[in-house]
């Protein structure tokens, strides 16, 4: 279940996007254009296995590059440093690298809001205790947002994923699932104008 601060961070995001929109930009999705960004953002991890379940509340960085196939499609390569845990000297991340396809909404707009799949590989690693270990795996999920233009080249986008990850740890099948929001900012370059 999603927390009420995730919640309530989307939230915010999600209107200060919108209000920051209210100001003159003059730019929308360009076919053909390449797009380079980074985010930063909070991530919750839940997991429940082992006849256990626990949660955990930390951050996450990234930085993304894709190209805009046209005005409605985008193919992005991901990645992302996740931070799961860290307490009572175990830390915990992961990270991941993958494709996401994007579909916008309004790419005739300065606010773009966009639905996005992705998956991938990751990798997830414990130290702790002067022991360390890592395990490979993959994810799936998907999730949306919002981009706006602040200007033809430059924007700023929020956006909020649900992915579950694949690990086998000891013979056994780790399934956590991980909720982030993001907000970071991008650049669009290249490409042609879409026709009217």
């Given at each position: 279940?999603?927390?009420?601060f995730?919640?309530?961070?989307f ?23 390449v ?10 991890t ?5 006849s ?6 930390r951050?996450?960085?990234?930085a993304?590059?894709?190209?805009n196939v ?17 307490q009572?000297g ?20 300065k606010i ?8 991938g ?11 360390s ?25 929020a956006?909020?994923?649900?992915n579950?990850?694949?690990f086998?740890?000891?013979?056994e ?6 909720v982030?929001?993001?907000?970071g900012v991008f650049?669009?370059f290249?490409g ?5």
């Open positions: 279940m999603i927390s009420k995730v919640r309530g961070l939230t915010v995001t999600v209107l200060f996007t919108f209000l920051v929109a209210l100001s003159a930009a003059r730019a929308q999705v360009t076919p053909g254009s797009m380079v960004g980074a985010s930063v953002g909070y991530n919750h839940s997991i429940s296995q082992f256990t379940s626990e949660t955990w509340n951050y996450n960085i990234g993304t590059g894709g190209y046209d005005q409605w499609i985008g193919a992005f390569f991901e990645y992302n440093y996740i931070s799961v845990l860290s009572d175990l830390t915990v991340h992961a990270n991941t690298y993958g494709g996401a396809a994007r579909f916008y909404l309004l790419p005739k707009s773009v809001p966009y639905g996005v799949f992705d998956g590989g990751a990798s997830t690693a414990f130290s702790g205790g002067g022991e270990e890592s395990f490979s795996g993959s994810y799936v999920g998907g999730g949306g947002g919002v981009a706006y233009y602040l200007t033809k080249n430059l924007g700023a986008a956006d909020i994923r649900f579950r990850y694949a086998s740890v000891e013979s099948n780790v399934n956590p699932h991980i982030t929001v993001d907000g650049y669009q290249g042609k104008k879409a026709m009217k």
